[in-house]
């Protein structure tokens, strides 16, 4: 089956059990480095906060964690093994950089400028992937790519190409952003047509959509689709747990369980200060977290019918097994 890589080293790929493939422990928008007299970082205490986060998930009987933070948005591969380490879940981190409104753009913007940004960029993935990340040995298992709303710009190109390339030498994951349920099929062709393998590949924040045949469209490409911002509603362009219930329903009613996968999204720790929500706000994100889909959807989706057993077995187990095979 093959083995995949965690924090804390090889696991089996079927066994990595009930999986979620899209949560952040910890997140920060880039220039939270600018804040930090406020927003100070103490590894001990962000260490208690991650754990507390993870002890939260293994309740519902989840074994392995996909932590997709880029780069730049404060990805710390330390502090996830020192959580993964103190509670036994599998937590696989990622390579890969932000879509270009919300990443850190000047540092390859700029070497873009010079004609090296793209090779660099492959030269980064592949370091990562074979030697580790920022000297500590630790791995990762899937490459985080990301696109704007209505567009894949110039500069996100980029990071997809270089990732094909990269997957083609080592058959890692890609693992998608669309910004607002936007270019999920034009994300899938624009891999295939650079030689992905499509069987690879999550196109990430399909249900930013309620369109079916933006689904539907991505789905005939082979990929797999993460619905995985389940309690995000009604903020970036999210829309709410009720319709994309609907959507679910639907894709399962057609048969389409093997290429699924559900997740949050949730951000659980903020680099920099707490953001303060305002209260209409704090009402809709009140079930933003990372055990809302055993506590709420699925028990819901189960009582009218729309999902069996078996359905949840196949999206939160085998198809990740399949996935990182
Ligand atoms: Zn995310």
């Not at 990762?140 to 190109?157: D, V, W």
Request: proline share 3%.
């Amino acid at each position: 089956m093959g083995s995949i890589e965690t924090v804390t080293g090889l696991v089996e790929s079927s066994k990595l059990g009930k999986t979620l493939i899209h949560e952040h422990f910890f997140f920060g928008y880039p220039g939270f480095q600018g804040d930090m007299t406020l927003g100070r970082f103490n590894f001990e205490e962000k260490k208690k906060q991650g754990i507390e986060v993870a002890q939260q998930i293994q309740k519902q009987g989840v074994d392995t964690v996909v932590d997709p933070t880029p780069n730049e948005c404060g990805r710390n591969v330390q502090l996830l093994q020192a959580v993964a380490e103190a509670t036994g879940l599998n937590i696989i981190c990622a390579t890969g950089f932000y879509y270009e409104g919300e990443g850190a753009t000047p540092y390859f913007k700029f070497r873009q400028q010079l004609g090296t940004a793209e090779e660099e960029i492959y030269q980064m993935f592949m370091e990562e992937i074979t030697n580790g990340i920022e000297g500590t040995g630790i791995k990762p298992g899937i490459i985080k790519l990301a696109s704007s709303k209505n567009e894949i710009t110039a500069y996100e190109q980029m990071f997809f190409r270089a990732a094909v390339r990269a997957q083609k030498e080592t058959n890692i994951v890609l693992l998608t952003h669309t910004q607002e349920g936007t270019m999920g099929p034009e994300q899938a062709a624009l891999l295939k047509e650079e030689g992905a393998d499509l069987s690879k590949v999550v196109i990430g924040h399909m249900c930013g959509t309620t369109d079916l045949n933006q689904h539907l469209q991505v789905l005939k490409h082979g990929a797999y689709i993460a619905l995985d911002r389940w309690g995000l509603q009604g903020i970036v362009g999210a829309p709410m747990d009720e319709a994309r219930m609907a959507v679910l329903s639907g894709l399962l009613a057609s048969g389409y369980e093997k290429q699924i996968l559900l997740s949050h999204d949730t951000v659980n720790v903020w680099w920099g200060r707490d953001p303060v929500l305002p209260e209409a706000l704090a009402g809709l994100l009140q079930h933003w977290q990372p055990d809302h889909l055993f506590k709420h959807i699925l028990p819901s989706l189960k009582e009218k019918g729309a999902i069996t057993e078996e359905q949840i077995q196949q999206i939160f187990h085998s198809n990740v097994s399949q996935l990182f095979a």
